[in-house]
């Protein structure tokens, strides 16, 4: 049975990969190793996110479930004002994550390893990007929507990638249910941006 990038300690044989991206104007060098999420080149759900995610200079933000870090070494680079926060379960990805920042000059930028919102209890954020393990289950998906309103600030963003077809619109229904309200911002490749924001005003 093969193990999941979602697993806490890849056992995988270590295979190293190394490539360059370049998304809004933002040239990264990433490495990567097997056990993480699409190791070896960027996935399409990803680059999507990036491409669209709305990011404000001076925000704090999180990237949950981070891989190696792409999303929040992208956000790191449009908000330089702001600080970023990146969480994964992977060991591999954590480290990994780490790697990618200091190879690339990242000053503004974290990375914490534990399950979903545990590295950062009682934080709060101006927005949480998440690209998220739709393989790992829905009931995980559903937890990082539930639970997301506690780690945002009023007026704060969840904003997910997803297959509409392939989860994203159960993602939506279940933001539409927490947050009473989501719009979808870009769509393309089959993928859609899903944006919820924090409101506790009636």
């Known amino acids: 049975m093969s193990e999941h990038y979602f697993t806490k300690i890849p056992l ?3 295979r190293k990969y190394k490539f360059n991206i370049c998304l809004r104007g933002i040239e990264l060098t990433i490495v990567s190793e097997s056990g993480v999420f699409s190791a070896k080149k960027l996935d399409k759900g990803t680059e999507v996110l990036a491409k669209y995610m709305i990011i404000e200079d001076g925000w704090k933000i999180l990237d949950l479930g981070c891989g190696y870090g792409i999303l929040g070494l992208i956000a790191a680079r449009l908000a330089p004002k702001g600080y970023v926060v ?3 379960i992977n060991k591999r990805a954590v ?3 780490k790697m990618n920042i200091k190879l690339n000059n990242i000053e503004n930028a974290e990375v914490r390893c534990g399950d979903l919102y545990e590295p950062v209890k009682k934080e709060v954020f101006n927005t949480i990007i998440s690209n ?4 790992a289950g829905l009931k995980i998906c559903y937890r990082i929507i539930e639970e997301a309103p506690e780690h945002l600030v009023e007026g704060g963003l969840l904003q997910l990638v997803a297959r509409h077809r392939k989860g994203g619109k159960r ?3 279940k933001m539409r249910e927490v947050f009473k309200n989501c719009e979808i911002i870009a769509r393309e490749a089959g993928y859609c941006i899903y944006v919820s924001k924090k409101s506790t005003q009636k």
């Not at 998220?132 to 393989?135: A, N």
């Open 86 to 88: 990146l969480t994964d």
């Open 95 to 97: 480290k990994l994550a």
């Open 171 to 173: 993602l939506m229904e």
């Open 132 to 135: 998220p393990p739709i393989s």
């Open 12 to 14: 995988s044989k270590v």
